[in-house]
């Protein structure tokens, strides 16, 4: 009798937990269906790029941090970390399969406790952490997909193509099983993009297309690697200038941009690799809206090529590079479901979210000299940039009055 009794108050309580459960809100209920990318009821859909955190044996409090504040700040639907995650050029070539884990557990933390999916896209330095470590692409992926579980939504579904996790991830309409907007993931290895990439990520496009009543899906691609034709975006000079200049097609540019095609603030000469054709190829393919991608640390600009933009997003890392401190920190991505295409773009830097614990001069110079030397470098980076803001404010009414491709503030 006494056990009846029992089991009877176990299923109440059982059909009470059910019933609560039921009454959560629908967003806690979204939240947690991971791998079901979907616009929200209002029609919105946001993802916060992190890229060049070059994460080494030596933590970041400040970045981990800040991660955690950006996420609680904007609350995105997906984080995508855009290349350099680890730090190829310091870490220890004896490091163990343990210590990696640490390290990706430590910037993934924040995402995971928040239950938040996010992509990872492998830059030069992840590929020269598995040179000098012993632990290539692949393992990274694996690591990455043991530690995400269902949160990580990176694939490799064609090993054979250059890289590791070329993939791609869509995302539905509010209602419905319509595919609204879609997003490419390359990796380039420590180049651009090959012709075998190129043509798999064309027959995506068809296949999308195909399914989607014949009708084109936008979409949005993330590398890390510049593509190099955006090299052409800058001011041409009349000769090389040496490390303040770059090489494209035998010509020499500048860092400053062709401000009448080109919004935003270059800090530092534009890194394209040796490999062309990618922007032709994108041109052709005819669903890309955007490329995002990092490399150059201290660039934050996008530039119009063929009606596709192009976005340099700056660094997040708190210690293994230099950084900008002007706008180091994520890169907010705005969608709208009616168009995609149209979206907005916000800088989130480190001094909005979090109050920086400084560092000592020499804690900065035992870890990285060139990163030292930046932030001597600072005050003027910041003259550079009241005078960069200041060309760009003149001219902006006038690029959207006689501009084919009208300008969008960056800031």
Known sequence: MKNRIAWKRITAILLTCCLLCS???????????????RFSAEGEFKILAITDMHQGSQYQPNMVRFIAAALDAHQPDLVVFDGDNLDGERSDPFA???????????????????NVPFVVVQGNHDASYGRNSGFDSDAQYAMYRRIGGNLNLTRDPVPSLNGTGNCNVTIAASAGSKTAMN?????????????????WMAGISRSLKAHNGGATVPSMLFQHIVPAEVIEAQTPLPFSLGSLSRSFNDKSYGFLGDLWNFDGYPFEPVGGRSAEGEVEAIQAQGDIFAVVYGHNHLNYYQTVINNTRYINIPSCSELGSYGNFLFRGATLFTF?????????????????????????LKEYWDYSP??????????????????????????????????????????
Not at 23 to 37: D, E, I, R, S
Not at 339 to 346: G, L, S
């Open 183 to 199: 997003l490419y993931f390359l990796d380039c290895i420590e180049d651009n993009p090959l012709p075998e990439q190129m043509e």
């Open 336 to 360: 709208h479901e009616g168009n995609p295409a149209d979206f907005t773009m916000e800088n989130v830097p480190y001094w909005k979210l979090i109050n920086i614990q400084p560092l000592t």
């Open 23 to 37: 009454l959560l809100p629908l967003g806690a209920a979204a939240k947690a269906t991971v791998g079901n990318l």
């Open 370 to 411: 060139d990163f030292c030397q930046q932030k001597l470098l600072e005050p003027f980076s910041f003259l550079y940039y009241i005078v960069e803001m200041g060309a760009q404010a003149v001219l902006f009414p006038f690029k959207w009055v006689f501009r084919e491709n009208k300008p969008v503030w960056v800031g």
């Open 96 to 114: 163990s399969e343990a210590q990696m884990e640490t390290s990706m557990r430590y910037f993934l933390t924040p995402l995971l406790e928040r």
